[in-house]
Nanobody, 125 residues
Framework: QVQLVESGGGLVQAGGSLRLSCAAS????????MGWFRQAPGKEREFVAA????????NYADSVKGRFTISRDNAKNTVYLQMNSLKPEDTAVYYC??????????????????WGQGTQVTVSS
């Protein structure tokens, strides 16, 4: 089992950058694929980015390609989401999630067994 805690959210102007972090407990972090999802008010949760256990495979939503980068440091039990060129439509609560099928980088929320509590990102125009 793994517990996830996100941090790094906040208020930023359009065009700015933020880096989200997700710290995981437990010694087996490196076996998990990790994903970032987001949910805006009144909208369904949507996939943002994912990375497999070895960082050899990543996936991104079309809406963030070229602007967001997912990475992980298995020695620090942490996954990151670097967000550049932020837009007001990126405003949402961002969640990290862990999938014990570590070789994949699934875009499906149902593939992930563990979820963090979320961190708010607000982009002003």
């Amino acid at each position: 089992q793994v517990q996830l805690v996100e941090s790094g959210g906040g208020l930023v102007q359009a065009g700015g950058s933020l880096r989200l972090s997700c710290a995981a407990s437990g010694r087996t972090f490196s076996r998990y694929a990790m994903g970032w999802f987001r949910q805006a008010p009144g909208k369904e949760r949507e996939f943002v980015a994912a990375i497999n256990w070895s960082s050899g495979r990543t996936n991104y939503a079309d809406s963030v390609k070229g602007r967001f980068t997912i990475s992980r440091d298995n020695a620090k039990n942490t996954v990151y989401l670097q967000m550049n060129s932020l837009k007001p439509e990126d405003t949402a609560v961002y969640y990290c999630a862990a999938d014990d099928t570590g070789y994949g980088a699934s875009t499906r929320g149902t593939a992930y067994e563990y979820w963090g509590q979320g961190t708010q990102v607000t982009v002003s125009s």
